[in-house]
């Protein structure tokens, strides 16, 4: 295996999955990990994967929506046998390729292994990952206390330094303790809208 593939393989930014065939003819679904659907898997677009352990490219030769899902065909992998060899195959880009977002909002690897400290210097812990549902986007927090979800809102999280890695917050009161106590119950906390997607806004 080229080291060098494999080493960038490891940094860059997991877009989508292929999912199973659709017919004869070598079409696969997608689950598009990206806000960015109709660019980023239009016929053309070269996409990494690592197949067998071995990181290589997959081009696109056709595509269309289907269900709200992408159903695309990659050359060479023209009929259902091969096709179904990409089964479960993560698709991924270089960091450089990504769309360029407005200001006030992150791609979600920016934010995962950011600390997270309040507004007068106390940590919260480390974003382990970013959950996106109907209210908006979510920072898992895992720290000390266990896990927190803190919304990725700008009149909460105050400061984004992603180049630092650190996010501050000003939880409003009782955001941490009503975490706390719906894990206990096994309740989801309730949110405010947030902002956050290509592997994540």
Known sequence: ???SNDSAWDGMVLVGIVGRTHGLR???ALSALTDFVEERFKVGSVLWSR????????????????????VVTFAGYEDVDRAQELAGVELRIPEGELQPL??????HHQLVGC????????????V???EDGAGGAL???????????????????????VAQRQIRVA???????LNELARGRGDEPVSPKLRSREGGK
């Open 115 to 126: 600390a997270v400290v309040t507004t007068d210097g106390a940590p919260l812990g480390t």
């Open 171 to 177: 939880p409003p009161p009782g955001l941490i303790e």
């Open 1 to 3: 295996m080229d080291e």
């Open 139 to 161: 920072l898992v927090v895992t720290g000390e206390r266990g896990e927190i979800l803190i919304p990725l809102a700008e009149e909460i999280c105050t400061a984004v330094d």
């Open 102 to 107: 407005a200001d006030g909002s992150y791609y």
């Open 51 to 70: 197949i067998a352990g071995v990181v290589t490219t997959l081009r696109i030769d056709s595509m269309r929506v289907q269900g709200g899902r992408p």
């Open 26 to 28: 070598g079409h696969v």
């Open 128 to 130: 382990s990952k970013v």
